[in-house]
């Protein structure tokens, strides 16, 4: 702040009573800066005391400059008078000395908050579920208005750029290629030694066809792509959708009354449903291969007895079982991931947090999808 040019006047100042009862007035006038003759605190208090006075104000119509020096002699009339149980009224001064004077006058210590009694193992548990309970909620709701946006895009009234379809699926499907290959590939032989180890306790190593068939085609081939893509691409859809949420994006396709669920959900949901069935028949077909070069090198078969055993063990009903599962994982897959993005908080930790939870999301999801559409499976007998 700037000060006012120090004048070589004179402090001086008089008193007078206050408006109102108990109340003394302090009259400033003239010049009071370092280079003038100031009186100290305690004289001031001393030239002020009144019987039954419980109030010092101020007036400075007649002030003329002041410095530092004011606002710290007032600071030393307020411990002073706090001794005396004065109370010191500041209104009076100028704008720029009470301001000098809050930021001189120290603060007493917030008090120390009690230390927080821990939840019983109740208590814990009432919370995680009433919070599971609000998760499953808004998962319902979401998955009603990704329902209501899909039928809206069939009629052909949704807010959905083709463009934006294929890109996603080119997300999704071609530059999901090379990390399927490798784990599918890998799995198929892992299935194949496994196999192997334990059909040879029965000398039937041959039926590690049948096995790695099977096993890949049926579950393993699109549970394994629907997990490795949760981490590749389910993550990358809840960063971006957080990223969005972050910066606002969401909220101005509001405004300018574009649906986001039509814009950004349908998009991600129809090229995972497209792209998982295709990506699940990849896989299958490399696990298949994995496991043969397995097998012809390990058991010294021959590649087309073992396409042979291959042929025989897989059913029409195997593949079907397979597709299901794929386009179910896709569809969930799509919709953890949009979900988390969707609801992100406006933070970078929060994006970081989104994407995390997607992933695990997809994972459980995956889980529990395959145990129910194996149950169903089961019981129809297919």
Sequence with gaps: MTMPTPDPQTSSYAVSPGAAPGVVCLALCGAWTQTSAMPSARALLDATARPGVTTLAFTTQELGVWDSMLPLLVTELTALGAARHLTIDLAGLPSGVQTLVALA?????AAKPAPATPDSLVQQLGRETATLAGWCAEMVCFFG??????ARWLRGSACVRANDVILQIRECGANALPIVSLVSVLVGVIFAFVGILQLRQFGVEIYVADLVAVIMIRVMGAVMVGIVLAGRTGSAFAAQLGTMQVNEEIDSLRVLGIPPMEFLVVPRVVAWAVMMPLLCLYADFLGVCGGM???????????????????????VADVLVGLVHSAVFGVLIAMAGCLCGMRCRRSAEAVGQAATSAVVMSIVSIIAATSLITAVCNVLGI
């Excluded at 006058?105 to 210590?109: G, H, Q, R, V």
């Design 105 to 109: 006058t120290p603060t007493a210590p």
């Design 145 to 150: 208005a990704t329902t209501v946006a899909l």
């Design 293 to 315: 070069v397995v097998g012809v090198n390990a058991l010294h078969l021959n590649i087309i007895e073992y396409l042979q055993r291959t042929q025989a063990a897989v059913s």
